[in-house]
């Protein structure tokens, strides 16, 4: 199969368009889950210790405990963005290149 410059171009270009959207959406993502996390952190370390005072409970540790909670599940939430990221790719390089048929075999 011979391939001219024309279509290594046009495929190169293809590339680049679904990297940077795939980039730029990853970006968008990225942002308004840390900024999500970031109100529910500090929503969490305000609101945490006077209401275990209010309650009468002398458990100064559970705020910081939920604090925890709130880190580890941020931590699972970006831990996934590498595969988001390679789908979103794939995905927007085919919407810009077309599908290909498949070949027959």
């Known amino acids: 199969?011979?391939?001219?410059?024309?279509?290594?171009?046009?495929?190169?270009g293809a590339l680049q368009?679904?990297?940077?959207?795939?980039?730029?959406?990853?970006?968008?993502?990225?942002l308004e889950f840390a900024l999500r996390?970031?109100?529910?952190?500090?929503r969490t370390l305000l609101a945490g210790q006077p209401a275990a005072h209010r309650a009468g409970r002398d458990r100064p540790d559970e705020p910081v405990l939920?604090?925890?909670?709130?880190?580890?599940?941020?931590?699972?939430?970006f831990a996934c963005l590498p595969r988001v990221s390679a789908l979103l790719f794939l995905g927007e390089l085919d919407r810009v290149r077309g599908r290909r048929p498949v070949p027959p075999t």
């Not at 990297?19 to 959406?25: F, H, I, K, R, S």
């Not at 996390?37 to 500090?42: A, D, H, K, Y």
């Open 37 to 42: 996390e970031g109100e529910l952190f500090t």
């Open 66 to 77: 939920r604090l925890v909670d709130c880190y580890a599940e941020s931590l699972r939430g």
């Open 17 to 30: 368009a679904a990297a940077a959207t795939a980039a730029v959406e990853i970006t968008v993502r990225s």
């Open 1 to 12: 199969m011979m391939t001219d410059y024309r279509t290594i171009l046009s495929g190169l």
